[in-house]
């Protein structure tokens, strides 16, 4: 066994002990990482309680477990009988939802982006992480950011683009 193996097992079973994770798996084989790899990438499955809502958010390591309840308990409340995929990067603070709720009308959307951007607020997390806030989540900046914060976006957008030419009127 190598040191960065070694490594990883102590820092594994630290977090177990401290309860910061329930399980892990550390591949043993090529063979194995592919299967772990396989079960990562196959999110499609979620897609057969179609129609399904697609999110990535980012905060910190140390409230993920608490948000993700927050977010199932926010769906309970609102849907009956919702699902909700969650896959992530444990090393940067990602969390990705597959929600499934029964249907996707503008009201159930609005449910379902309640229930996974509200809980941020009380956490300082981002409505998003690495496919960026775009229209869809513009609704949703001021739950992450206060007025200070967004004026200093908007300030280095007129910066960075004084005509207003690149994607004119979108976010700012």
Excluded: C
């Amino acid at each position: 066994m190598g040191a960065a193996q070694e490594q990883l097992e102590a820092i594994l079973e630290q977090a177990l002990e401290a309860e910061l994770i329930v399980d892990a798996v550390v591949s043993q084989s090529s063979q194995q990482t592919d299967q772990l790899w396989g079960l990562r990438d196959d999110v499609a499955q979620a897609f057969q309680f179609a129609p399904v809502f697609l999110f990535d958010v980012s905060l910190r390591l140390s409230e993920m477990a608490r948000y993700v309840d927050a977010v199932n308990a926010g769906l309970a409340a609102r849907f009956d009988a919702p699902k909700n995929f969650v896959l992530g990067h444990v090393g940067d603070g990602n969390l990705h939802f597959a929600i499934a709720v029964g249907g996707d009308s503008r009201a159930q959307r609005e449910g379902v982006e309640a229930a996974v951007y509200e809980p941020l607020k009380a956490i300082q997390g981002s409505v998003s992480a690495e496919h960026g806030v775009g229209l869809e989540k513009k609704p949703y900046l001021h739950f992450v950011r206060d007025d200070a914060e967004i004026q200093l976006m908007r300030t280095i957008k007129a910066a960075m683009d004084p005509r207003g030419i690149l994607n004119p009127g979108k976010i700012f």
